[in-house]
């Protein structure tokens, strides 16, 4: 029962003119609930006037005099009035309740939250090289890693999903066997190579390095990989190469996102040539000791830890030297708001939002960001004399 | 419609509008919200505000279309729910990501044009939120009243404006919530062409229950 009390039960007084006993205080003691859920009798008599102040017993009786001489109605056979609001008010709370399970259904479906686990085979010989040296020291970040759930559901991959929250699930099939990478262009021994191949190259190494997005958000990764700048070693790159180009794989079955128009498919990207043989350019094929998960760009990615996350190519199928500067999809998509550059720089703002502070992802409040991402010891003379605001 | 049915049926809307915020607030309690919960609580916050919006205009082409007056019942709650999650949306943003900082917020919005369009949306429904009580629709009088909430108009346009964008490339959402807001503004249009006479509707103000 949702009244705490009522005022009509049939023992009890009753204010309707057939009954002859006094009006008891005349306010009701209904609780607000109660009388929303149709507990209150004078709420849905008051309307109806012919009825006037009658009280469920009498209006029974009432009704059924047309039908039965009222005497001859067992009393038995009256419904209890109490029983015939609670009736009602339980009916009603029954539809508050299996609308608000409902409304939370759909609330549900609308938000979901990424969940789920990581269960990809963990990296054979993987090595975690001590800092030597400046350009090592880079190798290393001292931040605290981000957890490996919220690097693996919490991804930029337009090509699964354009909800970050969204990428895990969309991606969790996702095949990569016979995976190859063609290494072309302006090379003395341009290849293709299968992962068997690109391990051989060299043992995954771990590599620590802040990420930081162009959404103004960063985690901190421990990547597995190896510099691309061994992998462009074993090419031999012509003097005439001065930029590399990347391309992510177009397969519309197999990367649903590319089927839709959100983005000019596949995805490319680019970085000039001393960015690309710089050690900290990373060719990522794992993530915490493991292979590389589907939504984080499985099974080999680039990670230049100095620009925006979006430099940082997934899934990629071709590598190719060339000598011009390549076009870039987020350049091509918005040419004022994302440049070839991309260099993190807390100076030059997004031209809709700051770029000044970030939101570590697992902490609260936001921090400053960093010029360079925090590599600028590494990578600043890379840029020398350069207006970076120009060349954003 | 019952005036008993009709109360019921603000009690069920009531109920309804606040189960997100119920889930949203049980979510973060138990850390439920992602990655980014400020960022998911600024988002999703921001939805519920632009979806009662659109509810709330609703209402009328509904209500005429289907000839059922009763429905007039929901607009007020449907409302201040839309104004009540824009309010908490912009609050999540001053206080959990410009960490209360009113000059920080302040430059921000100034700024950033698609923050200062949601704040005008934002303010533009202070004024109708103040004047959603009876006492006040019959001080002002019907006509003022319905004037003056046309404003509803401006606070969708804002929002769906707003979150078109802030959005990075994939704007089919942005552009459905803009193709029903462009439908119920159209109707009210197309409505007013026809009829130039017709007016919408202000509740009248009835003795508090």
């Not at chain 1, 029954?94 to 990809?120: K, P």
């Amino acid at each position: 029962m949702i009244g705490r009390e009522q005022d009509y039960p049939s023992a009890s007084p009753c204010q309707c003119r057939d009954c002859a006993a006094p009006t008891r205080g005349g306010k009701s003691r209904l609780t607000h609930t109660g009388r929303l859920l149709g507990l209150d009798r004078r709420a849905q008599n008051e309307p109806e006037q012919e009825r006037g102040r009658q009280c469920p017993g009498h209006l029974k009786s009432e009704m059924s005099h047309q039908l039965k001489e009222p005497d001859k109605i067992p009393a038995g056979e009256i419904t209890d009035p109490a029983v015939y609001f609670n009736r009602r008010a339980f009916m009603r709370a029954g539809i508050v309740a299996a609308s608000a399970v409902l409304t939370g259904l759909v609330y549900r479906r609308l938000n979901r939250v990424a969940t789920g686990t990581i269960d990809t085979p963990p990296l054979q010989g993987l090595t975690k090289p001590v800092a030597t040296s400046a350009e090592t020291a880079g190798f290393r970040a001292a931040d605290q890693e981000t957890s490996l759930q919220d690097i693996t559901h919490y991804n930029n991959f337009y090509e699964f999903s354009t909800d970050k929250e969204g990428v895990a699930d969309a991606a969790a099939k996702f095949q990569t066997n016979g995976w190859q990478v063609s290494v072309e262009g302006l090379a003395q021994k341009p290849g293709v190579f299968d992962l068997d191949d690109l391990r051989k190259i060299s043992p995954p190494e771990e590599r620590v390095y802040r990420m930081r997005c162009v959404e103004a958000w960063s985690m901190v990764i421990p990547w597995a990989g190896f510099s691309l700048s061994k992998l462009l070693d074993r090419v031999q790159p012509l003097s005439a190469a001065k930029y590399v180009a990347f391309e992510t794989l177009l397969d519309p079955k197999r990367l649903p996102g590319q089927q839709s128009g959100v983005l000019d498919w596949p995805y490319i990207e680019g970085l000039r040539m001393d960015e690309a043989m710089h050690p900290l350019t990373l060719l990522a094929s794992g993530i915490y000791g493991r292979a590389l998960p589907p939504q984080d760009g499985a099974p080999i990615r680039l990670v230049v830890p100095w620009k925006y996350g979006f430099k940082g190519i997934k899934s990629i199928v071709k590598i190719k030297l060339v000598a011009t500067q390549p076009r870039t999809t987020w350049s091509l998509q918005a040419p004022h708001e994302y440049g070839f550059y991309a260099n993190v720089n807390p100076k030059v703002d997004h031209p809709r939002w700051s770029q000044a502070t970030e939101q570590r992802i697992g902490e609260s409040g936001r921090r400053p960001t960093l010029m360079f991402n925090g590599y600028a010891e590494q990578v600043a003379g890379l840029y020398t004399g350069m207006d970076l605001r120009a060349n954003f | 419609m019952k005036e008993h049915d009709l109360r019921f049926a603000k009690f069920l809307l009531l109920v309804n509008g606040g189960v997100p915020l119920l889930l949203l607030g049980w979510d973060a309690c138990r850390h439920k919200l992602g990655a980014n919960p400020v960022n998911f609580a600024i988002h999703t916050t921001g939805m519920l505000a632009l979806v009662f919006l659109l509810l709330t205009l609703l209402v009328t082409p509904l209500r005429k279309i289907t000839g059922l007056n009763w429905l007039i019942f929901s607009r007020r709650t449907l409302g201040l729910y839309a104004f009540f999650y824009a309010s908490l949306h912009f609050l999540i943003f001053f206080s959990l990501d410009r960490s209360f900082s009113v000059s920080g917020t302040l430059s921000e919005m100034l700024k950033r044009k698609y923050l200062f369009v949601g704040l005008t949306g934002l303010l533009v429904m202070v004024p109708l939120a103040l004047t959603s009580t009876n006492a006040m629709i019959k001080r002002l009088g019907g006509k003022r009243w319905r004037a003056l909430h046309r404003l509803a108009y401006v606070a969708a346009l804002a929002g769906v404006i707003h979150y078109y964008m802030q959005v990075k490339a994939d704007v089919r959402q942005p552009l459905a919530f803009a193709a029903v807001l462009a439908l119920l503004l159209g109707y009210r249009l197309v409505a007013s062409l026809r009829q130039p006479g017709s007016q919408p509707v202000a509740p009248t103000a009835k003795p508090k229950n």
